[in-house]
């Protein structure tokens, strides 16, 4: 009798003693598995297995439960577990342990249990020892094909042996049949870089070992080299340059004559030659040199045909000559320029400067913005903001290798020296009104004015005697602090006779100046400071004009103007006054306005001797912190009690 059916016989009738349908169950034999199939079965699995069978129930009702049994053929040991029916298959895990095993399946219904069907399954889940790849000693030629030698696991194998190696190596897998002892896997060309290959052994289950990875390097690219200490233009020393070499596969490790290697060479000389990734040299004497450099990595990639690059040094440590120009130009007394010159580098464009400070003096050199402009520093010296005196000026002049020279004469020897003021002087008059008699100088320099009305100021500008026609004229009115704006400007031109008026708009209290800029030959002026005093304006009226003695409230309301001003966010204090007669004002409440500077009070007359009196109220605005406005107040209302 063949063992493994005999096993299987054994196994149904033992199975059978303890599954339903016997003398303590209803038997259904309409639920009997037909067909009961293991998909691959016949083959090692590492599980789970799916089964799978037929039904003909014949009218019977569907099963509601899938009962199953596992019995290891060798140990016979079993295990049994249960399902809720959905389908006809199962899907099942033997307990532990590889080897042959018989499994049952019998079906439960609310009529009673089904007859047992079996079948085998063949189980391993063991893994197989890895076996070892062989990493390789050197970087490979990256148009030379790469094999790669495995030695085969040292342990036997698991009980369904080995079926093969699987070798993956950038995205591809190669699988190999197993063979006894070591073998080699060719796998091609394979990109240039490190390559991980991984290997594994697969058991006859198909469970993999564990992975072992070996790196496969390809180098197929020359090394990269880098020059340094190269000026960006123009040096004024001597140049020390380093050329190294990186290759991010091979390397570049030192390993004698025939390893790699980094090459320097000047003018055209032999080259300066390291063992490894770096050389140096020294590039000496002024002029221009021609500087190569190249190199070869550990797997023999070179420049092609010698040097890989090339770049010019320039070498200059001779300074520049600086002098001032000869004279001044007379429709430009302020324009200083100093003339930079240099044979070799020529002269920067960049860099350059003209200081100066009073003449004869021990002070220090004070900076002048300069421009440098084709070989010429050029600087507009503001002589205004000068007291008079002659003063003494220096330029400092660079070439483009960064040498310096500084100079304090002009390009005819002598030194450069300016006497202050080299301009006309100018003077600017400022005073309220227009066109009158009288000097504006002699006007008053402060005024009032009614609130929302323009101004009207006016000057003349001269040069000594000599008025001055035709120039701008800046007024600057700058307002109290609670402005919309803090300042304003408007330009006046001078007529012929240097005088110039302009009307200014409306707005809140300020002061008024007048500023005269100066040209290329004319000194700068500023006029006296004005000040304008501009009252707050508040309207005001009454909700009657008589009020009844003990009777309904008046209603005092008024509003304050705000042109050009802006509220605190907790409005603006209000006085509120009454008199009689001609007597003094006094105030009776003080109220806050809203935001938007309105304000109303309800006033009840309960005074029997009011009765008959005519009263004249008013609103108050007092000076209040940012506010722009002076005091000022509302006209009368009159309010006759009755």
């Known amino acids: 009798m063949n063992l493994r059916h005999g096993l299987a016989a054994c196994a149904v009738v033992l199975a ?16 009997r598995p037909i067909d009961l199939d293991v998909e691959n079965g016949g083959s090692w699995q590492a599980g789970p297995f799916h089964l799978t069978w037929e039904l003909q129930l014949n009218g019977s009702p569907q099963p509601r439960t899938i009962h199953y049994r596992t019995i290891h053929q060798s140990t016979g040991s079993s295990a049994t577990g249960s399902w809720t029916w959905g389908a006809n298959e199962l899907s099942l895990s033997v307990p532990a342990g590889p080897g042959l095993y018989t499994v049952e399946v019998w079906l439960e219904s609310s009529r009673g249990t089904g007859p047992s069907a079996s079948t085998e399954v063949l189980f391993d889940d063991t893994p197989p020892q890895s076996p070892q790849p062989v990493e390789p000693t050197a970087w490979a030629r990256g148009d030379a094909g790469l094999e790669l030698r495995i030695e085969p696991p040292s342990s036997p194998p698991p009980l ?49 070992s564990p992975v072992r990875s070996v790196d496969l390097r390809v180098d197929a690219s020359r090394p990269v080299v880098v020059l340094d200490g190269v000026p960006e233009g123009w040096a004024n020393h001597p140049v020390r340059l380093a050329a190294s070499a990186t290759d991010s596969l091979s390397g ?8 790699p290697f980094t090459a320097l060479a000047v003018d055209g000389l032999p080259a300066t030659v390291s063992f490894g990734d770096s050389v140096t040299t020294t590039v000496l004497g002024e002029g221009v040199h021609a500087i190569s450099f190249h190199a070869r990595d550990a797997a023999g990639n070179t420049g092609a045909g010698g040097p890989a690059a090339s770049t010019p040094v320039r070498i200059d440590m ?41 003449a004869n003096t021990r002070r220090q050199f004070q900076p002048i ?82 609130y929302g009305r323009g101004v009207l100021v006016g000057g003349r500008l001269t040069a000594g005697a000599a008025a001055l026609a035709g120039q701008r004229v800046e007024l600057v009115e700058t307002f109290a602090a609670g402005a919309a704006l803090p300042q304003r400007s408007a330009i006046a031109i001078t007529g012929e006779d240097g005088v110039f008026i302009a009307r200014l708009a409306p707005g809140p209290s300020r002061t008024i100046e007048a500023r005269f800029a100066g040209t290329r030959v004319l ?120």
């Open 16 to 31: 059978s003693a303890f599954a339903p349908g016997t003398a303590t169950a209803t038997i259904v034999t309409e639920l």
């Open 160 to 208: 369904s042996g080995i079926r093969g190696y699987a070798v993956s190596v950038d995205r591809r897998e190669i699988h190999v049949p197993f063979a006894p002892g070591a073998m080699t896997v060719p796998l091609g060309i394979l990109p240039e870089g490190v390559n991980l290959a991984h290997v594994t052994a697969v058991s006859g289950a198909g469970v993999p």
């Open 252 to 259: 570049m490790s030192a390993a004698g004559p025939s390893g």
């Open 318 to 358: 001779t300074p520049p000559r600086v002098a001032f120009v000869p004279s001044q130009d007379p429709a430009e007394p302020e324009r200083i320029e100093a003339v930079v010159e240099d044979a070799l580098s020529g002269p920067s464009g960049a860099r350059g400067s003209i200081w100066f400070r009073a």
């Open 369 to 450: 913005p300069t421009a440098v402009l084709a070989g010429r520093l050029i600087a507009r010296w503001d002589s205004d903001s000068q007291p008079p005196g002659s003063y003494e000026f220096r330029a400092t002049g660079y070439d483009s290798a960064g040498n310096s020279a500084s100079g304090g004469r002009r390009a005819n020897g002598t030194r450069m020296v300016l006497a202050n003021p080299l301009k006309r002087t100018t003077a600017l008059q400022l005073g309220f009104g227009g066109r009158r008699p009288e000097s504006f100088a002699r006007r008053p320099a402060t005024r009032s004015l009614p």
């Open 523 to 642: 000194t700068r002026a500023g006029g006296r400071r004005l000040q304008l005093a501009v009252p707050s304006s508040v309207r005001f009226r009454s909700s009657s004009a008589s009020a009844v003695i003990g009777g309904p409230p008046v209603v005092f309301t008024g509003r304050i103007g705000q042109l050009d001003a802006t509220l605190p966010p907790t409005g603006l204090a209000v006085e509120l006054q009454f008199r009689l007669g001609g007597s003094d004002w006094n105030e009776f409440r003080t109220v806050q306005t809203n935001r938007r500077g309105r304000f109303r009070y309800p006033y009840a007359f309960s005074d029997d001797d009011s009765r008959g009196a005519r009263f004249q109220f008013r609103a108050f605005v007092p000076a209040q912190p940012e506010w722009p406005y002076e005091p000022g107040a509302s006209h009368p209302v009159i309010v006759t009690g009755r």
